[in-house]
């Protein structure tokens, strides 16, 4: 069992920046690759971005260049830093995470998910 606590979300100014954090805790989180989706009102969950067990790092087109993920094994712990954010970035972030390789951007793929933090960015 995983438990994923997402935090970091608010409120941003279009062309500003939010560091979205995800705390693990349980089975052994370095075995697990993590995921970020998004979930704006009246739209489907979409994937954000990925980062594998071995750190490869994947990211949804729409935030590429503009969002970094990263992860801290040692803390247990996965950041999405985004940079230069839209109004369109707004939506519920969630963090997951998932066994195995490959299929990242598959939301169905993951098995654990936390509980979601708003994203809010004002144009």
């Known amino acids: 069992q995983v438990q994923l606590v997402e935090s970091g979300g608010g409120l941003a100014q279009a062309g500003g920046s939010l560091r979205l954090s995800c705390a693990a805790s349980g089975r052994i989180f370095s075995a697990y690759a993590v995921g970020w989706f998004r979930q704006a009102p009246g739209k489907e969950r979409e994937f954000v971005s990925a980062?594998?067990?071995?750190?490869?790092?994947y990211y949804a087109d729409s935030v590429k260049g503009r969002f970094t993920i990263s992860r801290d094994n040692a803390k247990n712990t996965v950041s999405l830093q985004m940079n230069s954010l839209k109004p369109e970035d707004t939506a519920v972030y969630y963090c997951?995470?998932?066994?195995?390789?490959?299929?990242?951007?598959?939301?169905?793929?993951?098995?654990?998910w936390g509980q979601g933090t708003q994203v809010t960015v004002s144009s």
């Open positions: 980062i594998s067990r071995d750190a490869g790092t």
């Open positions: 997951a995470a998932k066994p195995g390789v490959s299929r990242y951007s598959e939301s169905n793929e993951y098995r654990y």
